[in-house]
């Protein structure tokens, strides 16, 4: 199954990332641009996320980041919020991503 990423290209979109918009089941996720930290303050569940740089490859991948913590990756320019466990469960993440995001 293909990945979908729903991209938070406003502000307020950005700033409330997963508190508005839930992910779309195990292969939902949310890219957040510009970002270099996320924090889960809040949120229900543990997420994965994978930092980027400017030409959209990995810096940096947090694998279940729990409910009211921070990440944050100086190196980034953006980063996609996924469910807990995704990029266990697909050694590939990486190309799925470049794909959702139309660089793959």
């Not at 990440?71 to 469910?83: F, H, N």
Request: with cysteine; proline share 7%.
């Amino acid at each position: 199954m293909s990945l979908y990423i729903h991209s938070a290209q406003t502000f307020m979109a950005r700033l409330l990332g997963l508190h508005a918009r839930r992910l779309d089941g195990e292969n939902g996720g949310l890219h957040l641009d510009p970002c270099r930290a996320v924090h889960t303050f809040g949120l229900p569940d543990a997420i994965d996320l994978v930092f980027l740089d400017e030409s959209q490859l990995p810096v940096r991948v947090v694998r279940c980041l729990p409910p009211w913590r921070i990440a944050i990756c100086t190196r980034a320019r953006s980063v996609v919020e996924l469910p807990a466990g995704y990029c266990d469960g697909h050694p590939d993440f990486a190309e799925r991503i470049r794909h959702a995001l139309g660089r793959g």
